[in-house]
């Protein structure tokens, strides 16, 4: 089995121009949920619930250290759709478009400035 470490991973947005912007170099994190709805279909007389598969989901949230250039892309990006391409590790990418939702930034007196950014996949997720 080959692991990996997410020190190797890379996070691809395209800015307000469509043009990808590789980010990598700001982030700390990545989470990329995945999930299916479920729709219930039981009925009386049924001792267990029964379910039938619905509509994929896909979320995307980025943590990161600030800095002007990364704020330059993420602030111009708000509320727009763009493509996303996410390797988290060598041999894997996850891409599609997205809308970003929300973008925070972060200052505290006890550290560096810091950023998050919410992303809402639209549509179906490709894997490479």
């Given at each position: ?12 947005i395209d800015n307000s121009g469509g043009t990808p912007v590789d ?106």
């Open positions: 089995m080959a692991f990996s470490h997410g020190k190797d991973s890379t996070f691809t980010i990598t170099a700001y982030i700390i994190s990545v989470d990329f949920p995945i999930s299916a709805d479920t729709a219930e279909v039981s009925t009386m007389g049924d001792s267990s619930k029964e379910y039938i598969a619905g509509l994929k989901d896909a979320t995307i949230s980025v943590e990161g250290k600030w800095d002007s250039t990364v704020d330059n892309t993420l602030y111009g990006i708000i509320g727009l759709t763009g493509t996303f391409s996410y390797v988290p590790f060598s041999g894997v990418t996850y891409s599609g478009e997205c809308i970003m939702t929300s973008y925070n930034v972060n200052a505290d007196i006890g550290d560096a400035v810091s950023f998050s950014a919410e992303f809402q996949v639209t549509g179906n997720v490709s894997r490479a």
